[in-house]
């Protein structure tokens, strides 16, 4: 019961060798010595990313799994509690809820961020002046300090003094309590991230684009084409396999939000009634703010079993053989 | 040129990874000084100033004083948790019980003579920082008395008193604060008296000595205190006389300078905050008692590590730089509120401020901190807290009905406790 020496530095097996070269050697520990002349560069080589993947990637795994089964405030003694992690985890609303913020504010985010930055490619694909200055302007977004955007955002957004409510009321409009109300808080956390990433995937789409052939263009406007016609029957087919890798991404970055309520919030409550409060942000306020460590864990294997229900149906929609 | 390039990068990757790998000492000590004290405090907490002084009253003697930044309590735990890099000295934040169930982690500095000074500091911040098993644990750093802040010139605009021992009189009670917020609102409409009902809700609790859980781990969230808070709160936000905004938020920060925030009750510390977000309205602020009577928000305290190797000396650094003496210091640089009637009294508190139009307001936070009832701030208070705090801001944004939100809270509590908290124990009903 008392293991909790869980230290990850065992000791690597013969790093002293301490026999000189001309001595007589055993046939097996010169098959070894071979083996080693041969092939120790090449371990050496690859080690540092097996060395940090164990540290940060493998080591964090393991203790992940071993402490879902434990209860820990991170001082006092662990104690092993069984199931009981899961059995909380099945039953517990607020997960749940977490779970389908993620996914509406995926949905909010991703849908129009895409379509705006499949226009916007379009656009900066054509022959227009200043293209560079567009591009770069269309990126800054995605550079920027995501704090940053989150402060701004959050005094856009405000409910009594902020500019979005002060247009809405100077157009006669009625005031929308954007970090009050349940779908004001999703669209507000959407709208951070559209205006972060549509720059960027308009970028990788303009690539895609420039990949196109001009000429299938050329001999569609000879069959009179309009630029419609051009958008939707050459550039979106042409387009599906980057279009699809921007969907994994988004999708990627979609089920990972955080930030953006955590600092538009000031705290892990995701804003009234939890209406912001994504899966990773539930995980974080379980384990580092309640200092509830095993259950931590516990919603982190929750997380897991999403993500890969969502790389599943990635995975499908790629394989699916192109018509 | 992908593959190539990453193979000339290993090495490069590897570098740091060979060079930690072969200096990492047994402890990650910041500064290579073995001999030194190291203090881990978070930013604003302690003023430099004061360790310095210590050093150059005993030679010989240095402080390594690290400003813990980011997530502070989580280092804390880290470093406990792996039993390596511990600090001799660790300040704690109001949450200090969080640490009680890890006490044999602290030393306990009754052992350490720190007992002599207990009757310098106010009772009921010294007891909370003594663990239930009577190990004194936390040394008493800063408090945060609360009191009402209010536009003199708007109470006045609307027929009320704006003296401050007028205004204490009136408002003593949450009644009469919500009486006179109405007339305050028929005079100015769009005015407020509190950013949310939270703040009602939170106020009023800090203002009573039973919280959620007593010393011996049963639950009272269900109890008289907590429901009477509860009420208050949901008979602000049914009268209206609270906005929906939350503190800290630009929107506070807006609304206290339109003059649409015209009152709030909150700790001390809010006295800089207010000043840096609502410049503009300097010279119309005054500061009275709160009503429903005295209360406290934060505050921190000092403890010594099991693991420090020099807790006697430890021990000596916090009584001094936490002596009446250092939290004058502290107040003066700092906004330190002191947690020692002795220094509550010095004539450097004593000054007319210009932004609460020349009022001495400590003498309206001196009263309060003396009369701040004995609490208990227990360690699933940060579980439950929020759970009630959620569930009032239903009530008053979502325009949850306040009953069910009441009985939502209260299962979750049972849900929550009974999982992460099987220590805290529920009344046989």
């Known amino acids: 019961m008392t293991t909790t020496d869980i230290s990850p530095a065992a000791q690597p097996a013969g790093t002293t060798p301490g026999s000189g070269l001309g001595t007589i050697q055993e046939p097996a520990i010169s098959a070894l010595t071979k083996f080693r002349q041969r092939y120790m560069a090449q371990y050496i080589a690859i080690a540092p990313f097996y060395i940090l993947f164990a540290i940060f990637g493998l080591f964090p795994i393991i203790f992940a799994l071993y402490l879902a089964f434990q209860n820990w405030d991170g001082i006092a003694p662990m104690e092993y509690v069984g199931l009981a992690q899961f059995e909380y985890l099945l039953t517990d609303r607020l997960f749940y809820d977490s779970v389908l913020n993620t996914l509406i504010i995926w949905v909010l985010s991703t849908v129009p961020m895409l379509a705006f930055a499949l226009v916007l490619a379009f656009m900066l694909n054509q022959s227009i002046r200043g293209k560079s200055l567009y591009r770069i302007g269309f990126f800054i977004p995605n550079v920027t300090s995501i704090v940053a955007i989150a402060i701004v955002f959050g005094s856009l957004f405000g409910n009594q003094f902020g500019l979005i409510n002060a247009l809405l009321r100077s157009i006669g409009a009625d005031q929308i309590g954007w970090l009050t109300s349940d779908w004001g808080i999703k669209l507000t956390v959407a709208a951070m991230v559209i205006w972060r990433w549509t720059g960027y995937n308009a970028i990788i789409y303009l690539a895609g684009l420039q990949a196109i052939p001009d000429d299938l263009y050329d001999a569609a406007k000879v069959d009179g084409a309009d630029t419609w016609r051009l958008f939707r029957d050459i550039t979106i087919p042409l387009l599906r396999p980057v279009i699809l890798f921007t969907v994994i991404t988004s999708t990627i970055g979609g089920l990972q939000i955080f930030t953006e309520p955590q600092v538009l919030f000031g705290d892990s409550s995701g804003g009234p009634g939890s209406a912001g409060q994504t899966m990773v942000l539930y995980l974080y306020d379980q384990a580092f703010v309640q200092n509830q460590f095993g259950y931590g864990a516990a919603v982190g294997w929750g997380i897991f079993v999403v993500v890969l229900a969502f790389s599943i149906i990635n995975w499908r929609v790629l394989n699916r053989p192109a018509d | ?429």
């Not at chain 2, 602290?106 to 007992?115: C, S």
């Not at chain 2, 009469?176 to 305050?184: E, I, P, V």
């Not at chain 2, 502290?330 to 906004?335: I, K, P, V």
């Not at chain 2, 330190?336 to 210009?354: G, I, R, S």
């Open chain 2, 1 to 429: 040129m992908n593959t190539r390039w990453r193979v000339r990068l290993l090495p490069l990757a590897a570098t740091p990874l060979l060079l930690t790998g072969c200096t990492v000492p047994a402890q990650f000590r910041s500064r290579s000084d073995p001999d030194a004290v190291t203090l881990w405090y978070w930013n604003r907490s302690i003023e430099p100033e004061l360790f310095r002084q210590y050093e150059r009253d005993h030679p010989g003697v240095r402080i390594d004083d690290q400003i813990i930044g980011g997530d502070y309590s989580a280092k804390l735990r880290t470093v406990l948790a792996g039993q390596t890099a511990i600090p001799d000295i660790v300040a704690f934040n109001d949450n200090i019980a969080t640490y009680f169930r890890a006490e044999e982690q602290f030393a306990d500095l009754y052992e350490y003579g720190l007992g002599e000074v207990e009757n310098q500091y106010l009772g009921w911040k010294w007891g909370a920082g003594v663990t239930p098993s009577g190990k004194l644990m936390g040394f008493p750093m800063d408090t945060g008395p609360i009191a009402l802040f209010y536009r003199a010139d708007l109470f006045e605009q609307a027929g009320l008193p704006s003296d401050p021992d007028e205004v204490s009189a009136r408002m003593s009670t949450w009644e009469d604060f919500y009486a006179a917020g109405q007339q305050l609102q028929s005079a100015i409409p769009g005015t407020f008296l509190l950013d949310s009902a939270n703040e009602v809700y939170i106020s009023s609790l800090r203002q009573s000595a039973d919280y959620y859980v007593t010393r011996d781990d049963l639950y009272i969230g269900d109890g008289e205190s907590v429901r009477r808070s509860w009420n208050l709160g949901v008979q602000a936000a049914q009268l209206g006389v609270v906005a929906r905004t939350n503190t800290f938020t630009s929107d506070w920060s807006a609304a206290a300078t339109t003059g649409a925030l015209a009152t709030f009750v909150n700790a001390v510390w809010m006295k800089a905050v207010l000043a840096d977000s609502a410049a503009d309205t300097a010279g119309r602020w005054r500061v009275a008692q709160a009503p429903g009577g005295a209360g406290n928000r934060g505050g921190s305290f000092l403890g010594v590590t099991q693991a420090s190797q020099k807790k006697e000396l430890a021990a000596d650094i916090i009584r001094s730089i936490q002596s009446p003496a250092g939290q004058v210091v502290g107040y003066t640089s700092l906004d330190l509120y002191p947690a020692a009637p002795a220094a509550l009294t010095d004539p450097a508190l004593q000054q007319p401020e210009k932004f609460y139009g020349g009022q001495n307001t400590n003498e309206v936070f001196a009263i309060a901190a003396e009369n701040v009832p004995d609490f208990y701030y227990s360690g699933a208070d940060d579980v439950l807290h929020p759970i009630f705090t959620d569930e009032m801001t239903n009530v008053a944004i979502l325009g949850k009905d306040p009953e069910q939100a009441w009985a939502d809270a209260q299962s979750q509590v049972r849900r929550e406790v009974r999982h992460k908290m099987p220590w805290v124990r529920f009344e046989e009903a």
